[in-house]
């Protein structure tokens, strides 16, 4: 670990994180109009992102950053696998930034606060609606920017109250945690969940994208990557139902308690404040 740690972060100089800044739905809307999200999409610097995955909980990580800058974020970082990740940074020359949570997670320990112990100036980033504690939160349509790349939050409720997908309009595509996974969604059985507001959130926030995004989701348990928004609109078993139906399907569902979460919600809940997570 202290290898790691020298090999990796000790020649490295990190500057102050990025501004978050927040945009209203009626500006949003003006700068889509204005500057042509697609025409934007072909001419910008090409994305740096790798796809990384915990193989205990099926989860998937995601590294995003500008190519020019080096500037990066993370996205749904596990605990176990901190040491992978940072040396993946490391290899290609990145400065995280960020570290962002889709929501607070039941399945598995996030790995932000252990990234701070290796980064102390990366941000932890939660929603505001949490209930959980960060080093910074986000709200509905804020932006968070890493150098010239940017990925703008969409509040997306339903699985937890305090679901975020985040969306990169550049590069077409949306890390949609577990309110839209490959062919389904995640559950609403806990964690103030709610099938209704689900149902509601991801047909007039990630729906309403256009149909050609791809969406990352935070898990898929039978191999599968990346789906489209035009894919799940057509071919989602749950969410291509009626709001009624897809209520009545989420109630029967029937799951299991899941197998973490008596440890990794308390753990979560403090998401990148290193005095206060439990001691390993």
Known sequence: MAGLALRSFARQTFLAPTTLFKHSMKSYQATVKNHNISTTSAMASKLIFRQ????????????LADPVSKKAV????????????????DDLGLELIYALNTHVHADHLTGSGKIKNFIKSCTSVLSSKSGAKADQYVDD?????????????RHTPGHTNGCVTYVDHDDQMAFTGDAVLIRGCGRTDFQQGSSKLLY?????????????????????YTGRTVTTVA????????????????????TNLNLSY?????????FNLVCGLQDELPKE
Do not use: C, W
């Open 231 to 250: 894919e799940e609109k057509r071919l989602n078993p749950r969410l291509t139902k009626t709001q009624p139906e897809f209520v009545d399907i989420m």
């Open 258 to 266: 899941p197998a973490q979460i008596d440890a990794a919600l308390p």
């Open 200 to 220: 509601e959130m991801v047909h007039a926030k990630i729906f309403t994208l256009p149909e050609e995004y791809k969406l990352y989701p935070a898990h898929d």
């Open 52 to 63: 990384l995955i915990d193989y205990v909980s099926n989860t998937y990580t995601y590294i």
């Open 141 to 153: 349509y804020e932006v968070i920017n890493f150098g010239e790349k940017s990925l703008e939050v």
């Open 74 to 89: 993370i996205i749904d970082p596990v605990l176990a696998l901190v040491e992978r990740d940072l040396t993946l940074v």
